[in-house]
């Protein structure tokens, strides 16, 4: 019987670990949200000849990731004097920052 990890000279398990550092990198990244699980699937398709005394075998891994969280801001619109339309990011401030607030331009 054949091993299903050293077939292709150990690709399967080399493949593994490729997507598992994808899955690790993911999880390390700040930006995703810890909580969300993650998943690798491996699948293996077997596809014999008319004779049956051979197979033709392909091993594909598809990785499922944690997207990254979505950035939220406020921006107020409004329109100046002569009918111009302008918007204006409002950047939010720590409640331990002593700077003010700032409201930016968006051009």
């Given at each position: 019987?054949v091993n299903l990890l050293n077939l292709a000279d150990g690709?399967?398990?080399?493949?593994?670990?490729?997507?598992?550092?994808?899955?690790?990198?993911?999880?390390?990244?700040?930006?995703?949200?810890?909580?969300?699980?993650?998943?690798?699937?491996?699948?293996?398709?077997?596809?014999?000849?008319?004779?049956?005394?051979?197979?033709?075998?392909?091993?594909?891994?598809?990785?499922?990731?944690?997207?990254?969280?979505?950035?939220?801001?406020?921006?107020?619109?409004?329109?100046?004097?002569?009918?111009?339309?302008?918007?204006?990011?409002?950047?939010?401030?720590?409640?331990?920052?002593?700077?003010?607030?700032?409201?930016?331009?968006?051009?």
């Open positions: 019987m690709e399967i398990l080399d493949k593994l670990n490729r997507e598992l550092e994808k899955v690790a990198l993911n999880i390390a990244d700040k930006n995703t949200d810890p909580k969300k699980e993650r998943k690798i699937t491996l699948q293996i398709s077997f596809k014999p000849n008319e004779n049956r005394d051979s197979i033709s075998t392909s091993v594909a891994a598809k990785t499922s990731l944690a997207p990254e969280r979505g950035i939220e801001t406020l921006i107020l619109m409004g329109k100046d004097g002569d009918g111009k339309l302008h918007l204006n990011e409002v950047r939010q401030q720590s409640m331990f920052d002593k700077k003010e607030a700032k409201i930016t331009n968006i051009k």
